[in-house]
């Protein structure tokens, strides 16, 4: 029997060959061996382009080539010094991009592995979470409901487990998997339900499979990722400005050609023209600003990591700016996902209790009296349901610990499985109730599953020759199923009078902002203990009902505001119960009954889409919804023009996640299927980091904004100065080189350093930006085209003026190019802000661009004063009055503004002095 067809052996066969069992998994020492043997579970990725070859290629521009192609004409007659300055200029550009590309890239590669998969193994005898290109061949996989599968393996335990295996069989409907049978040799893929594989969804259920194939080795091995593919995608934004480019070459190109032949005509040297044209080809096409662009993204995308926010997708960055509606799960995501409970009702009496967190430190008081929870039975039996109707896991400093190492005082609490859960096993552990004990006596062998249309969880134990079901889920779900109340004693119908009693005691929790559980149980046969169904879970016998609170976030509340007054609606939609629900939105303040409605998930049902999308813009709280309503409400909002960020962690939730706009994936809740239909993650599960990727994402854009208005601003006033000369009839106020060497001081770290540029601290005062909206709205290409203007003649009048008063074209030419490069070097400071003046937004509060104004202008003064330089360069020493002349021309507005401000604080400060 070949090693590679499992599903023809038995489970116990597979765990054998792989020296492992499924309560123990492997030992540390035994994954490292097998790691060197098998490698990491990983798919072998395409040849990433090395870096010289990225280097190559920044030389491979048209533009370059035809520049590299003139230094050798001047090479060859004899123009050496130009040859060497033009090339060397040519390299230093060439670096710049290669820089600027390869940080893009490593961006990149970091957000790939923070978005990589984890997956659930048992090792040492312990649950653990692990990076799934960690695991190896003998592994024991633990599977729920979302995963998504890292491996092939073998099953050796399942209740009630479906596949989706869409990805390898193209059968849509999820498959049922059992570990019993084995299979014929020639059976199909589809056909072997004791198989899981690589890349197929668990959708029910849960179970352990024993992993036989890693990375290329599995089914799936030649399928590259979703998340590296992502990367690659070029976003809106630069589509757009490539688009642009194509039209400013060629608008560049016909411009340059008039200078060259208006140049040649006036009888200017043939070779001398063609050069300056090329240079001034190279100077103003804005061939980087794509590059430019991508790097911008890159860097906020780092930023938005540091702020847990983890982008997957590129074009989400843009999108954040224009979100209009963010709808939020309410449990982890506005509040704190530390579910504790506080109130226990057994139908005779209602319990407080104390304590916070997953501490098992609290007290059981009775009419404000502490009592001992043993004293009443059924209080026990209520608990002792909620310990053993329960996955979660109570650890201390993440290890399971019992006996009298639980008595002690120096470890934090934690819970590894559903808070809910969580909180369940705590307030049964305050009464000295533990899973493992009971379980000494009793034995699980079988569950149904928790899911979210069902609304409840089952499990089966045997205890001796009985068998019992426990069941546990929301109070009307469970009421419906009940045909007895339990007193702690007997067993006695259910009669309307409990029903009321139990509906008033719930409403009273709900409007307490509790979440409420039911637990329920009764008696069953062998034969259903055998074969249980959702038919088991009736007639049973009503135990009790528990409250517990998840707190709101204090950072949600924060951000909700900072949302209102940006303009974005918040909207929560929970599976809670209405009262719950709006009590918390309340307290967030994102819920206002006489302005806005809440609608539960029935409601929803009895809505057509029409009359969904007319009132969608008034409900700020959905409760009691299964995520199929997500998918609807997300297509209400968009009907209504609204750019919606949806949140999910269940693999239900991955439809609605993909249909909205902005699908936001919760990192420590969230599935591996959810994660990979969103374009964000969150990394802490937590409202506010949303908010703040809102905020970075409309400070992305702002940046990318001023570098396009500084670079092509100084291009306009590059082009203008040399095309009016050649129209007046001057001579060329620029040679060639010089024009290089402003490309480079003035287009290479000012733009970049505006590309990191701190946002407005207004900037969540701020309406959503319109997605359709032109990267030249809002009056910044009349911004472009005026100080392109500005730039052009003041260049000009300092050139013309020293040129005719002076007769020294030498100097002329000097105090052109330092107007040239002083103009930009002012103007990159107004580029800041499009709302405040230099001064008002702050002239020092970004150092980065400090830091490249002060390099680029020692740069330009070195090719005045440094005698090699001046010679490469044709430059003459300036004096101070040439420097004065200089500057008051290129920092006329700057000036302006300055005295402006000045004056305006004086007299502001004086006004408030007299009143």
């Known amino acids: 029997m070949d090693n590679d067809k499992w599903y023809m052996r038995t489970a116990e066969d597979t765990l054998r060959f792989w020296d492992t069992s499924q309560d123990e998994g492997l030992s540390t020492n035994e994954v490292k061996t097998r790691l060197n043997k ?27 080539l035809i520049l590299l192609g003139a230094t050798l004409i001047s090479a060859f007659l004899g123009e050496y010094v130009d040859a060497i300055t033009i090339l060397a200029i040519v390299i230093i550009n060439a670096i710049l991009g290669f820089v600027q590309e390869f940080r893009a890239e490593k961006s990149m590669q970091a957000l790939k592995k923070l978005a990589a998969p984890t997956v659930r193994v048992i090792r040492n005898g312990m649950l653990q979470q692990i990076a799934a290109k960690e695991l190896v061949p003998g592994d024991i996989m633990v599977l729920e409901a979302g995963d998504k599968l890292s491996a092939d393996g073998r099953l050796v335990a399942a209740q009630g487990i479906e596949v989706e295996e869409a990805a390898l069989t193209g059968e849509s409907l999820p498959v049922r998997k059992t570990p019993d049978k084995i299979y014929l040799e020639n059976s199909p893929l589809g056909d072997r339900k004791n198989m899981v594989y690589a890349g197929t969804v668990v959708t029910r259920g849960r179970g352990r499979a024993v992993a036989c194939a890693t990375g290329m080795a599995t089914e799936v091995g030649f399928i590259a990722g979703m998340i590296q593919e992502s990367a690659d995608e070029a976003t809106p934004l630069e589509k757009r400005l490539e688009h642009l480019g194509r039209w400013l070459v060629w608008g560049c190109l016909a411009i340059c050609l008039v200078v060259v032949i208006t140049g040649v005509v006036r009888g200017e040297p043939l070779f001398l023209m063609c050069m300056a044209g090329i240079s001034l080809a190279v100077a103003a096409i804005p061939e980087g600003l794509p590059a430019i662009v991508t790097v911008a993204l890159a860097l906020g995308v780092q930023r938005m990591i540091k702020r847990n926010a983890i982008v997957r997708k590129l074009p989400a960055v843009e999108t954040l700016g224009c979100t209009t509606v963010i709808c939020s799960d309410k449990t982890g995501t506005l509040t704190q996902n530390a579910m504790t409970v506080k109130c226990i009702f057994t139908g005779m009496n209602t319990y407080e209790l104390t304590g916070s967190g997953y501490d098992i430190k609290g007290e059981f008081r009775l009419n404000q009296q502490v009592v001992a929870p043993a004293a009443d039975k059924q209080l026990v039996n209520c608990l002792e349901i909620a310990a053993l109707c329960n ?227 008034q409900v700020t709280v959905y409760a009691r919804v299964s995520p199929a309503h997500k998918l609807r409400i997300v297509k209400a909002l968009k009907k209504q023009g609204h750019i919606v960020a949806m949140t999910g962690d269940g693999v239900n939730d991955a439809p609605a996640v993909k249909e909205a706009d902005i699908g936001i994936a919760m990192g420590c809740a969230g599935t591996d299927v959810t994660k990979e239909a969103s374009a964000m993650i969150l990394a802490d599960d937590n409202f506010a980091t949303i908010v703040a990727a809102v905020e970075e994402g409309r400070g992305i854009y702002d940046n990318i904004r001023k570098f396009i208005r500084y670079l092509l601003a100084c291009n306009t006033g590059e082009v203008l100065t040399m095309f009016v000369a050649a129209l007046a009839g001057l001579p060329m106020p620029l040679l060639p080189v010089q024009i290089l060497w402003v490309n480079l001081v003035t287009d290479g770290l000012p733009a970049m350093a505006l590309g990191v540029d701190n946002n407005d601290p207004h900037i ?150 007299n009143r």
């Open 764 to 913: 969540m005062y701020r309406p959503p930006r319109h997605p359709g909206e032109s990267v030249f709205s809002r009056g910044l290409s009349r911004k472009i085209i005026g100080r392109g203007l500005q730039i052009g003649f003041s260049t000009i009048f300092v050139f013309s003026l020293v040129y005719y008063l002076k007769e020294d074209l030498a100097l002329a030419r000097t105090m052109a190019f330092s107007t040239l490069v002083f103009s930009q070097m002012f103007h990159v400071f107004d580029c800041r802000s499009e709302l405040y003046s230099v001064f008002e937004a702050g002239l020092f509060k970004n150092k980065f661009l400090v830091f490249a104004v002060l390099c680029s202008s020692l740069m330009h003064i070195a090719v005045i004063y440094n005698p090699f330089l001046s010679n490469v360069f044709a430059t003459v020493p300036l004096s101070l009055t040439d420097w004065l002349l200089v500057l008051g021309v290129s920092g006329w507005t700057f000036i302006v503004n300055g005295f402006k401000y000045v004056f305006l604080r004086r007299y502001v400060a004086r006004a408030l002095l």
């Open 38 to 64: 098998f490698g990491f579970n990983e798919m072998t990725e395409k040849a990433k382009t090395p870096w010289w070859k990225q280097l190559f290629a920044q030389f491979q521009d048209f533009m370059v």
């Open 391 to 617: 996955n979660s896991v109570l650890k201390r400093n993440s290890v399971s610990i019992s006996g009298l190492w639980r008595k002690s005082n120096d470890s934090a609490w934690s819970i590894e499985g559903d808070p809910t859960e969580g909180a369940l096993i705590v307030a049964a552990a305050k009464a000295d109730v533990w899973r493992e004990n009971l379980e000494k006596n009793k034995l699980r062998i079988g569950e149904i599953p928790f899911e979210s249309d069902r609304r409840r969880m089952s499990v089966i134990y045997r205890q001796g020759s009985e068998y019992w079901l426990y069941t546990k889920g929301a109070p009307d779900t469970i009421a419906g199923l009940c045909k007895y109340y339990h007193n702690g004693r007997t067993e006695t119908p259910i009669s309307r009078e409990i029903l009321a009693k139990l509906a008033q005691a719930n409403d009273e929790m709900t409007s307490r902002s509790l979440r409420v559980l039911a637990v329920a149980g009764r008696r069953i046969s062998k034969a259903e203990a055998d074969h249980p169904s959702e038919n088991s879970e009736a007639n049973l016998a009503f135990l009790g009902l528990i409250g517990m609170m998840d707190p709101p976030r204090a950072e949600a509340k924060q951000a909700i505001a900072v949302c209102k007054q940006a303009g974005i609606k918040t909207v929560m939609i929970t599976g809670d119960h209405r009262n719950t629900a709006t009590a918390i939105a309340r307290e967030l303040k994102l819920y206002d009954e006489n302005k806005n409605k809440a609608l539960t998930g029935q409601e929803l049902d009895n809505l057509s889409d029409e009359e969904l999308a007319k009132v969608v813009d």
